[in-house]
């Protein structure tokens, strides 16, 4: 589903990522850990065709996300770090505006099953201002799936979240996973969510990729670790 050869984006002099090769495949729930600086904002900018590689190719779905960037938009929902919407609509309003923003056809059906499979319905009516920040999570959401994308991103979901938040966010990416067959991609340093939610990781460090592999085999390689915590800083650490 997605494939990164190389990898690279650099700041003027500073190195943001550096030959990053990556795959995650097509049904996969993929968490890209690192502490904070790693890289991962930038990976997933590049990845959501919102900044340019400097060096490198990535594609999704087979297509190269520079040279076929209008196709790949297409695929791809995004839910970044901070998410922007209207605080004076309501969910719906809000939903109908992305929708036809996007161009999406027959929207109304559209926005009914998707806050009946995010559990929203109850609430669909209510103005965003009023809402608690899981719930304007799960409208993010909403709207990066608007138009169904085969791969969905996610940049810190879980941040800023109270634990029943960040469970009802597990579940839906959980639920949209198994039932629409979306392919996630997650940025997190939220280790105990990963090992929850997640079948693949990858580690990345001061731009550079550590580790990636499914999450079983990356647990069979360390047998001593009891926590995924205690692999990842073996892995840090191991490879400074
Ligand atoms: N536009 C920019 N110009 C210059 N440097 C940048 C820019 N964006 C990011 N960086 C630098 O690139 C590095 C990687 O940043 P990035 O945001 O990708 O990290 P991150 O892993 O997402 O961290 P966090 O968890 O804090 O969001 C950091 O050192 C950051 O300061």
Known sequence: MLVTENLGKKYDDFTAVENLSLEVKEGSIFGFLGHNG???????????????????????????????????????????ENVSLYGDLTAVENLRFFGRLSG????????????????FTEWKN???????????????IAQAI??????LFLDEPTSGLDPQGTKAMRDILSKLNTEWGTTI????????????????????????????????????????????????FKIEGAKK
């Open 38 to 80: 790693a890289g991962k904002t930038t990976t997933i900018s590049m990845l959501t065709t919102l900044i340019l590689p400097t060096s490198g190719k990535a594609y999704i779905g087979g297509c190269d996300v520079v040279k076929d960037n209008l196709k790949v938009r297409n695929m791809l929902g995004y839910l970044p």
């Open 104 to 119: 999406i056809r027959d929207i109304e059906p559209r926005i009914e099953e998707i806050l009946e499979l995010l559990d």
């Open 126 to 140: 209510k103005k965003i201002k009023t809402y608690s920040k899981g719930m304007r999570q799960r409208i993010g």
């Open 146 to 151: 608007l138009h169904k994308p085969k791969i």
């Open 185 to 232: 991609f997650m940025n997190t340093h939220l280790l105990s969510e990963v090992t929850k939610l997640c079948t693949d990781i990858g580690i990345i460090s001061n731009g550079r990729l550590l580790a990636a592999d499914s999450l079983k085999n990356i647990e069979k390689e360390f047998p001593g670790e009891k926590s995924l915590e205690e692999i990842y």
